[in-house]
Structures are given as C-alpha cells and as structure tokens.
C-alpha cells in the first residue's frame, strides 16, 4: 500500500525559508503532489513532481528524488498567508486516486 | 472553467439519522470524482472514487455509501450516523488523464450530535 511521512508542525518568521520534507512508500510511483489547505478550507494544488529535480513555482519550489522517494516543498519569503497545512500525496497503486499525508502545520510569526 | 459545487455547506445531525451529501462538477465531462473525510486537526481519509457512472470503489469500509447517478454527480449517503461520522467532507474531481491535480469543492462540515 502507499503511506506518506511528513512533520507535523514547521514553525517559521516572515520572510524566512521554510522546507517541508515528505517521504513515502508506494506499490508503484506516478508522482508526489503538494496541496495547501487554509484553516476551514478545503485544499489547493500547488505543484506535482514526476520526475526528479526541483519545480519552481514563484515563491514556492517543489523537489523529488525518485530514488530517494524523497520529496519536500520549498517556501521562500514566507509571510502570514502561507500559515496554513500543507500535504503530500501520491497516486494509489491503480493510478485512480489520491492518498494524502497527514498534513503539516506551517505557523508563520511576525 | 470547470466548478464543483458540494451543499449543504453545514450540517448538525443526530446519531442514528440518514446522510445524504451532494457533489456536482460543472464545466467538464466524464470526471474522477472522490469523497474525502477530514476529522478535526487531521489528515484526509479518501473514502470512495468513481471514474465513471456507477462505477464505485470503497477504500475505507463502514457505514457509508457512495453512488453516482449521473456523470457530474456524486452523491455519499449513510443510513445511520455515528459520532464518529462527524468531520468535514469533501469532494473533489480531476480529468481522466491527470489524477495528481485534484480542484476540491467548498466542503461540507458535518456534525453528528
């Protein structure tokens, strides 16, 4: 089956760098994604990695080493709208759905 | 552009009365569509995915059930609640040939009582 280890919290200051790691196990890889979910909302792509290296996406970068099956999400310049969870997932063996991490709580302080 | 829309947006039910949450997606056709529960402070459980009309797979066995009449529809049900139904349930859809980016609806937050 696949399962996703993630911390569970990251506490950071503005304008800092924050780095949010995720490792997993799967029965075949199709790729690793990230989501963020605001307090109260529901989640929001942010980026999906298939191949390994780094995606950069204006302040935010996603990383994967396949080999590893390692991947982590990359915050810069961090301000207050970024507190929020943050989740891996990756594709179930079938390819047909999703299975998520349990989350990480990135807390950003002025 | 593609919608998702989920109602009610709230609900406070007591323990033993039936569940019936809706999903629709607007916008695209033949969508995966999935039920997710997250509990309070938690990750997300997937609960059931259709890749097509009638087409159900339960990924966590228990007392709720999963249909989908229609292409665009999707609907979770349950004939008794329990406590532990409480949580806020999500839908969400992705086209066929992309599962990785899933666009989630708004939510339903249920509270069994």
């Known amino acids: 089956g696949q399962s996703l280890e993630q911390p569970s919290e990251v506490t950071a200051v503005e304008g800092a760098i924050v780095q949010i790691n995720c490792t997993y196990q799967t029965s075949g890889f199709y790729g690793l994604s990230w989501y963020q979910q605001h307090d109260g909302g529901a989640p929001t792509f942010l980026s999906y990695n298939a191949l390994d290296g780094l995606e950069e996406t204006g302040r935010f970068s996603s990383f994967l080493s396949r080999s590893d099956s390692y991947g982590y999400l990359l915050l810069q310049e961090l301000q207050m709208k970024d507190s929020a969870s943050y989740f891996c997932?990756?594709?179930?063996?079938?390819?047909?759905?999703?299975?998520f991490g349990k989350g990480t709580t990135l807390s950003v302080s002025s | 552009s593609q919608t998702i829309h989920q109602w009610p947006a709230t609900l406070v039910q007591p323990v033993g009365s039936p569940l019936s949450l809706e999903c629709t997606v607007e916008g695209t056709s033949n969508p995966n569509l999935y039920w997710y529960r997250q509990a309070a402070g938690r990750g997300l459980q997937l609960l059931f995915y259709?890749?097509?009309?009638?087409?159900i797979s339960s990924e966590v066995p228990q007392n709720l059930s999963a249909s989908r009449p229609q292409d665009r529809q999707f609907i979770l049900s349950s004939k008794k609640l329990l406590l532990s139904d409480s949580g806020f349930y999500l839908c969400?859809?992705?086209?066929?040939?992309?599962?990785?980016?899933?666009?989630f609806g708004p939510g339903t937050r249920l509270t069994v009582l």
């Open positions: 969400a859809w992705t086209s066929g040939v992309s599962t990785d980016t899933q666009y």
């Open positions: 997932a990756v594709c179930n063996q079938a390819g047909t759905a999703l299975i």
């Open positions: 259709s890749v097509g009309i009638g087409q």
